[in-house]
C-alpha cells in the first residue's frame, strides 16, 4: 500500500512530556504514524520506550504537549478509551491463556453470544469458524484451532495476537518487542506479518532493540536516549550502520573517541627510566 504524505497522520505526538516524581522520564518527544506504514521506536532499556508506548496506548496521561488521533486532541483515561479508536497494543506477554484453545484467546474478552436471555450461550461454531477464517487470511496455518494456544510456537503466538487486534478493528497497531524472545526463523515468522499489516493499511509501531530487525521492516525510525529523540528519521535518509549507529550511542561514543584522542601517549622512554630508577633503588 503506499503511504500518502499529503493525508493526516492515524496518530500524531508533538513534545511529549512525562514526569515521575523528580523524574523526567519523556522530555519534547514528537512521532506521527500514518496509514500503511511502519514505525520503528528504538532504544536502549531506560531510553523511555514503555513510557512512550503507555502514553500512546493510554496507560499513562501526558504531562506536556499534544497528542491527537486522526487530528483530534486526546488525553485517554484508559486503555479501553485508546482501544475505542482503534489504537492496539500487543505486549511482550500476549495477554494470552495458555492452556486454552486458540479459537478461545483470539475471542478472549470478545466472546461472542446466541440465544435470549436467561438462556444465553457461547456461540461457538461462529467464534471457531471466524477466528480460523482470519487466521487463515493472513497466512497463519494453525493445524488444529481447538489446541492449546501454549503448544503454539513463540511465532505463532505473536501472529495470533497481531491477527486478533486487525480482526476487532486496529487502525495503529503497537508492538512492544515481539521478537525479543524469539530465534532468527521465528523472528522471521513475526516481521513478515507485521509487512502483512502494513499492506491491509494499518498504521504499525514496532518497538525493538533490534536495529537489524526494525531496518527489515521499517518506514520511519525513531530513536530514544534519555527520554529525548536522539533520531526521528525516514527510511531514505538512513542507511543500517547510521541507525545501528544512534542506537548504540554513536554520539556520545564519538565525543569520547575525540577527548581520548586528544590525550597525547605517554612518553615510553620516561617510562623506562623510571621502571629502571625504581629496581636500582
Same mark, same amino acid.
Given at each position: ?24 522520564? %519523556? ?40 497528542? =491527537? ?10 486503555? =479501553?478509551? $485508546? ?10 506477554? %500476549? ?56 503448544? %503454539? ?10 491477527? =486478533? ?69 525516514? =527510511? ?6 547510521? %541507525? ?10 564519538? $565525543? ?26
Amino acid at each position: 500500500m503506499t503511504v500518502d504524505k499529503e493525508q493526516p497522520p492515524i496518530l500524531e505526538l508533538t513534545d511529549i512530556g512525562k514526569t515521575f516524581g523528580n523524574i523526567r522520564a %519523556l522530555s519534547g518527544v514528537s512521532l506521527s504514524v500514518r496509514q500503511g506504514e511502519v514505525t520503528c521506536i528504538l532504544g536502549d532499556n531506560g531510553a523511555g520506550k514503555s513510557t512512550l508506548i503507555k502514553i500512546i496506548s493510554g496507560l499513562h496521561s501526558y504531562d506536556d504537549g499534544s497528542y =491527537r488521533v486522526a487530528g483530534e486532541q486526546v488525553k485517554f483515561a484508559s486503555p =479501553r478509551e $485508546a482501544l475505542d479508536l482503534g489504537i492496539a497494543t500487543v505486549y511482550q506477554d %500476549l495477554a494470552l491463556a495458555p492452556q486454552q484453545s486458540v479459537w478461545r484467546n483470539f475471542y478472549l474478552g470478545s466472546e461472542l453470544t446466541k440465544g435470549v436471555w436467561p438462556l444465553r450461550m457461547l456461540d461457538v461454531e461462529t467464534m471457531r469458524d471466524t477466528a480460523d477464517e482470519e487466521l487463515q487470511k493472513m497466512g497463519i496455518h494453525v493445524p488444529d484451532i481447538d489446541q492449546p494456544v501454549g503448544t %503454539l510456537s513463540g511465532g505463532q503466538r505473536q501472529v495470533v495476537a497481531i491477527a =486478533r487486534a486487525i480482526h476487532f478493528g486496529a487502525k495503529v497497531l503497537i508492538l512492544d518487542e515481539p521478537t525479543a524472545a524469539l530465534g532468527v526463523k521465528q523472528s522471521g515468522v513475526v516481521l513478515k506479518y507485521i509487512s502483512a499489516a502494513r499492506k491491509a493499511g494499518l498504521g504499525v509501531i514496532f518497538i525493538t532493540h533490534n536495529p537489524h530487525h526494525a531496518f527489515l521492516v521499517g518506514d520511519h525510525f525513531v530513536v530514544l536516549r534519555q527520554g529525548e529523540l536522539e533520531l526521528s528519521s525516514p =527510511r531514505k535518509e538512513l542507511t543500517l550502520d547510521d %541507525l545501528t549507529h544512534h542506537m548504540s550511542g554513536g554520539a556520545d561514543l564519538d $565525543a569520547l573517541k575525540h577527548e581520548l584522542q586528544r590525550i597525547e601517549p605517554p612518553d615510553v622512554g620516561a617510562v623506562h627510566e623510571l621502571a629502571e630508577a625504581e629496581q636500582e633503588s
